[in-house]
């Protein structure tokens, strides 16, 4: 367990570094550090909306859950898969698609582009090209009938990670910390680690124990960089700076957001909240 001094001392190296790091890239012309102010208490403090991040969590577990599919159509064309069962999975891809405003019209596996239309022609060569040339006729009763997908089985990483997400969904923010800290304890080789040091840090944030949040978003950023969760995690790091009364360590973030990632979520986030910074 950290002292209060040692959180502190680690915060302020944290913000120092930001400064640091744009300065020698020519982003900022100041030379010296943003200082961090008293952090209230956590029940002193208005809780932040947490409505963007949300959002832009959302949409990253969206692309995600892509990816996915895709990997399941690829295995099932290389293994010889049935058509309906491919169909089945890319008409999922698609109804993702849609909702993420994302161009529906091609062909769901990786690296395989397509112009929009009918999407059972490229089955249909792969399915001739495996049969050597010769396509097996079906029947229409063999055509209709149901494919049930098999989900593959959940590791144990897996289900203590789901159940921390729970956890954390329905509001229960300290047991949620704790079980993601559990999987940290039990599987420290998971692929999910990342992943769960960033949910520790939004039940910090959620909780507006906005130090304790900056320097689980840290771990993310200096641990795993290029990780899924580093665009969010660069995010909240600067609306839990921006909360703690530090607007030059958020301005900071924001800028590198706006300034790298423009065309991303967490980059037109980030743009807005320069703007309402501005403002005031």
Not at 89 to 101: H, K, N, S, T
Not at 104 to 122: F, L, Y
């Amino acid at each position: 367990m950290k002292t209060g001094g040692e959180s502190c001392r680690r915060l302020s190296l944290i913000a120092i570094a930001l400064v640091a790091t744009l300065s020698a890239a020519g982003c900022l012309t100041r030379t010296a550090g943003p200082t961090l102010p008293y952090v209230k208490p956590a029940q002193s403090v208005a809780p932040v909306d947490p409505t963007p991040i949300r959002i832009a969590s959302r949409v990253e577990d969206m692309e995600t859950e892509i990816q996915r599919l895709r990997g399941s159509i690829e295995r099932l064309e290389v293994t010889g898969g049935s058509e309906q069962a491919i169909r089945n999975l890319q008409d999922r891809v698609a109804v993702i698609e849609r909702q993420l405003g994302i161009d529906s019209g091609r062909v769901a596996s990786p690296g395989q582009p397509v112009q929009s239309g009918d999407q059972r022609a490229p089955i249909q060569a792969r399915t001739e090209a495996r049969a050597g040339g010769r396509v097996s006729p079906q029947t229409p009763e063999q055509s209709a009938a149901p494919v049930e997908i098999q989900n593959d089985p959940i590791l144990p990483d897996e289900k203590v990670y789901r159940d921390a997400y729970t956890l954390f969904k329905n509001g229960s923010f300290d047991q949620a910390a704790i079980q993601f800290e559990d999987l940290l304890k039990k599987h420290p080789q998971s692929q999910l680690v990342p992943d769960a040091i960033y949910w520790i840090g939004e039940a910090r944030l959620s909780q507006g124990r906005f130090d304790e949040a900056v320097l689980q978003f840290d771990r993310v950023l200096k641990e795993f960089p290029g990780s899924k969760k580093e665009l969010n995690a660069l995010l909240n790091q600067g609306q839990a700076f921006e909360k703690m009364g530090d607007a030059k360590s958020a301005k900071i973030i924001y800028q590198k957001l706006v300034s790298e990632f423009p065309h991303t979520a967490q980059g037109r986030l980030a743009s807005g909240k320069l703007k309402s910074l501005a403002s005031h």
